[in-house]
C-alpha cells in the first residue's frame, strides 16, 4: 500500500507538470522554455497512468468492465454508454496488470476488480461458450452489433480469453482467494468451443453465430489481419481445440496467405487482406500480440516479429512522405488504424483510398515495441506541441485531423487498452511473459508448428 500510495503522489506531481507544459513551447528534447525537463521514462508512465485511467475510473460501474466508449460530451450513439465491450475488456485487465505493477493500484484492488468481472461473466449471456461483441452493462445480456450479429462473437472471446488468461497466471500463485479466482477464469476458458466455429467440421473458423440467425454472417476467418490469436488460443483450448489443418487450411489458406509484398524496401510476407502493398492498420500488429510474444515467433509463413516492424515502418514511412499532402503529417506525427475519423468510423491505413488525413495516437503508441525511437518522437510530439487539443482525462484521444480541424475528445476502449499494455510490454515484457507462461498456449503453438 506504501509503494501505490508513493507512485499516485509522483503521478500527481508528475500531472501538474506536464500540465505546465502542455502551455509552453518545447524544444525536441522535451525540455520547455523555463527549464524543466520531463524524461522519457516519466512521459511513458504518464501516458500509461492516464490511459489506464479509462479502463480503472471509467470502467462501467455494475460489470467492472471496459465501456465501448467514451465521450466527454456525453453524446453517445443508440444511447450506449453503458454498453461493455467484450474484447475491449481484454486489453482492459491487461491494462489493469500493468497498473498493478507500476503501482497505480494496490494487488488488491486490483483483485477486487477482476472479482466482479468475473462474477459478471459468469452470468453474461454466452453462445457454446463464447460472448458477443458488446453485453448491457446493467445486465448482462447481449447488445446486437448489427441486426443477425446477436450471439457469438469468436473473435472478440479471444481477445478477452487473451487477456484472462494473463489474469489467471498473475494470481494462480497467490493467496487462497486469488487461486479461487484464477480457477473460475480457468472454468471460463475452458467452456468456449472453439471447434465449434468450424460450423460442422470445415477447415476454417467462422467469425459468428446467433441463436436467430445461424452462420448467415457466413464471415470465414482467414489471414492476414488481426485474428491469429483466435487460431493460437482455439489450438490450444485443452477442451474443445480445432485440428491444425483449419489453421493451415483455413487461416493460412493453404498457403496463399504468403506473399512477398511490401514498400520502401521494407518487406511484408503475409498477404494483408484489401491492403496487400502497404499492409493494413496498425491494429493488425497490435491486437494479436499483447499477450502473443513476437519477438521469437515464427512458422512456415512469417517471422512474426519482423514482419510487425515492417508493416509499422511502412505506415510510418508513408506518413513521413505524405504523398497526399495532408496537414500535420510529418515523421514525428503519424499512425494509420481503425478508430473515430471525420465521417464516424474508418480502418485507416497507408494507400490512396484509406488514408482520410486522421491520426490515430494508438497507432505509433502501441507500436512503441516495433518502432521505439519513432514511437517516442510521435509521443513527445502528440504531448509537447499538440497538448490539450488530443490529451486528456484518459490519455490521448482517439484521432484527430489537423487537415480539417478536428479535434473530437472521445475514447475508444479497443484504441485506448493496447497503448498501455504494449508500452508495458517494451519496457518489462509483462503481459508477453504472463500469457506465453501458459502451457495450453504452449501446446497450441507447438500442435500449429510454431517456433518460438
Same mark, same amino acid.
Given at each position: 500500500?506504501?509503494?501505490?500510495?508513493?507512485?499516485?503522489?509522483?503521478?500527481?506531481?508528475?500531472?501538474?507538470?506536464?500540465?505546465?507544459?502542455?502551455?509552453?513551447?518545447?524544444?525536441?528534447?522535451?525540455?520547455?522554455?523555463?527549464?524543466?525537463?520531463?524524461?522519457?521514462?516519466?512521459?511513458?508512465?504518464?501516458?500509461?497512468?492516464?490511459?489506464?485511467?479509462?479502463?480503472?475510473?471509467?470502467?462501467?460501474?455494475?460489470?467492472?468492465?471496459?465501456?465501448?466508449?467514451?465521450?466527454?460530451?456525453?453524446?453517445?450513439?443508440?444511447?450506449? =454508454? @453503458?454498453?461493455?465491450?467484450? $474484447?475491449?475488456?481484454?486489453?482492459?485487465?491487461?491494462? %489493469? #496488470? &500493468?497498473?498493478?505493477?507500476?503501482?497505480?493500484?494496490?494487488?488488491?484492488?486490483?483483485?477486487?476488480?477482476?472479482?466482479?468481472?468475473?462474477?459478471?461473466?459468469?452470468?453474461?449471456?454466452?453462445?457454446?461458450?463464447?460472448?458477443?461483441?458488446?453485453?448491457?452493462?446493467?445486465?448482462?445480456?447481449?447488445?446486437?452489433?448489427?441486426?443477425?450479429?446477436?450471439?457469438?462473437?469468436?473473435?472478440?472471446?479471444?481477445?478477452?480469453?487473451?487477456?484472462?488468461?494473463?489474469?489467471?497466471?498473475?494470481?494462480?500463485?497467490?493467496?487462497?482467494?486469488?487461486?479461487?479466482?484464477?480457477?473460475?477464469?480457468?472454468?471460463?476458458?475452458?467452456?468456449?468451443?472453439?471447434?465449434?466455429?468450424?460450423?460442422?467440421?470445415?477447415?476454417?473458423?467462422?467469425?459468428?453465430?446467433?441463436?436467430?440467425?445461424?452462420?448467415? =454472417? @457466413?464471415?470465414?476467418?482467414? $489471414?492476414?489481419?488481426?485474428?491469429?490469436?483466435?487460431? %493460437? #488460443? &482455439?489450438?490450444?483450448?485443452?477442451?474443445?481445440?480445432?485440428?491444425?489443418?483449419?489453421?493451415?487450411?483455413?487461416?493460412?489458406?493453404?498457403?496463399?496467405?504468403?506473399?512477398?509484398?511490401?514498400?520502401?524496401?521494407?518487406?511484408?510476407?503475409?498477404?494483408?487482406?484489401?491492403?496487400?502493398?502497404?499492409?493494413?492498420?496498425?491494429?493488425?500488429?497490435?491486437?494479436?500480440?499483447?499477450?502473443?510474444?513476437?519477438?521469437?515467433?515464427?512458422?512456415?509463413?512469417?517471422?512474426?516479429?519482423?514482419?510487425?516492424?515492417?508493416?509499422?515502418?511502412?505506415?510510418?514511412?508513408?506518413?513521413?512522405?505524405?504523398?497526399?499532402?495532408?496537414?500535420?503529417?510529418?515523421?514525428?506525427?503519424?499512425?494509420?488504424?481503425?478508430?473515430?475519423?471525420?465521417?464516424?468510423?474508418?480502418?485507416?491505413?497507408?494507400?490512396?483510398? @484509406?488514408?482520410?488525413?486522421?491520426?490515430?495516437?494508438?497507432?505509433?503508441?502501441?507500436?512503441?515495441?516495433?518502432?521505439?525511437?519513432?514511437?517516442?518522437?510521435?509521443?513527445?510530439?502528440?504531448?509537447?506541441?499538440?497538448?490539450?487539443?488530443?490529451?486528456?482525462?484518459?490519455?490521448?484521444?482517439?484521432?484527430?485531423?489537423?487537415?480539417?480541424?478536428?479535434?473530437?475528445?472521445?475514447?475508444?476502449?479497443?484504441?485506448?487498452?493496447?497503448?498501455?499494455?504494449?508500452?508495458?510490454?517494451?519496457?518489462?515484457?509483462?503481459?508477453?511473459?504472463?500469457?506465453?507462461?501458459?502451457?495450453?498456449?504452449?501446446?497450441?503453438?507447438?500442435?500449429?508448428?510454431?517456433?518460438?
Amino acid at each position: 500500500m506504501r509503494r501505490t500510495w508513493f507512485c499516485l503522489f509522483f503521478i500527481l506531481i508528475l500531472n501538474i507538470s506536464c500540465s505546465r507544459g502542455n502551455n509552453k513551447s518545447t524544444d525536441k528534447s522535451g525540455s520547455d522554455t523555463t527549464g524543466e525537463i520531463l524524461s522519457d521514462d516519466s512521459l511513458l508512465t504518464l501516458v500509461q497512468y492516464r490511459t489506464f485511467l479509462y479502463f480503472w475510473d471509467g470502467a462501467e460501474p455494475n460489470s467492472g468492465m471496459a465501456r465501448e466508449r467514451f465521450h466527454v460530451d456525453g453524446i453517445y450513439p443508440d444511447n450506449d =454508454m @453503458n454498453v461493455v465491450t467484450t $474484447g475491449g475488456t481484454g486489453f482492459g485487465v491487461m491494462a %489493469i #496488470l &500493468a497498473g498493478i505493477e507500476r503501482g497505480f493500484i494496490s494487488r488488491d484492488e486490483g483483485y477486487s476488480r477482476f472479482f466482479k468481472v468475473i462474477e459478471f461473466l459468469k452470468k453474461s449471456d454466452r453462445f457454446h461458450g463464447a460472448y458477443p461483441h458488446w453485453i448491457y452493462g446493467e445486465t448482462g445480456s447481449v447488445k446486437p452489433f448489427s441486426p443477425k450479429d446477436n450471439g457469438a462473437d469468436i473473435v472478440e472471446t479471444a481477445y478477452l480469453m487473451q487477456g484472462l488468461l494473463t489474469v489467471r497466471q498473475y494470481f494462480m500463485d497467490g493467496s487462497d482467494k486469488e487461486k479461487i479466482l484464477a480457477a473460475d477464469i480457468d472454468r471460463l476458458w475452458r467452456e468456449v468451443e472453439w471447434n465449434w466455429f468450424t460450423k460442422g467440421g470445415e477447415n476454417v473458423l467462422y467469425w459468428h453465430w446467433s441463436p436467430d440467425f445461424g452462420w448467415e =454472417m @457466413n464471415f470465414p476467418v482467414q $489471414g492476414y489481419n488481426e485474428c491469429l490469436i483466435l487460431y %493460437i #488460443l &482455439a489450438a490450444s483450448s485443452p477442451t474443445y481445440p480445432i485440428q491444425s489443418g483449419v489453421y493451415h487450411e483455413g487461416w493460412a489458406r493453404a498457403g496463399a496467405i504468403i506473399t512477398s509484398s511490401g514498400k520502401y524496401g521494407y518487406i511484408l510476407t503475409l498477404k494483408h487482406n484489401g491492403a496487400v502493398e502497404y499492409g493494413g492498420p496498425l491494429f493488425w500488429a497490435h491486437y494479436s500480440y499483447l499477450g502473443l510474444d513476437p519477438r521469437n515467433l515464427r512458422d512456415k509463413y512469417a517471422d512474426y516479429w519482423q514482419h510487425n516492424i515492417n508493416q509499422t515502418l511502412i505506415n510510418w514511412k508513408w506518413c513521413s512522405l505524405n504523398p497526399k499532402n495532408y496537414t500535420g503529417y510529418s515523421s514525428v506525427c503519424w499512425g494509420l488504424t481503425a478508430g473515430y475519423s471525420v465521417k464516424f468510423y474508418a480502418a485507416h491505413c497507408p494507400g490512396e483510398t @484509406n488514408d482520410l488525413g486522421v491520426i490515430s495516437p494508438t497507432a505509433a503508441l502501441s507500436s512503441f515495441p516495433y518502432t521505439p525511437v519513432h514511437s517516442m518522437e510521435a509521443l513527445k510530439h502528440f504531448y509537447f506541441d499538440l497538448g490539450n487539443k488530443i490529451w486528456g482525462e484518459y490519455g490521448f484521444y482517439d484521432g484527430f485531423s489537423e487537415q480539417y480541424s478536428w479535434f473530437p475528445q472521445k475514447y475508444l476502449a479497443i484504441d485506448q487498452g493496447p497503448v498501455v499494455v504494449m508500452i508495458e510490454n517494451y519496457r518489462s515484457g509483462l503481459l508477453w511473459n504472463l500469457f506465453m507462461s501458459c502451457r495450453e498456449v504452449h501446446e497450441g503453438l507447438n500442435l500449429l508448428g510454431f517456433n518460438y
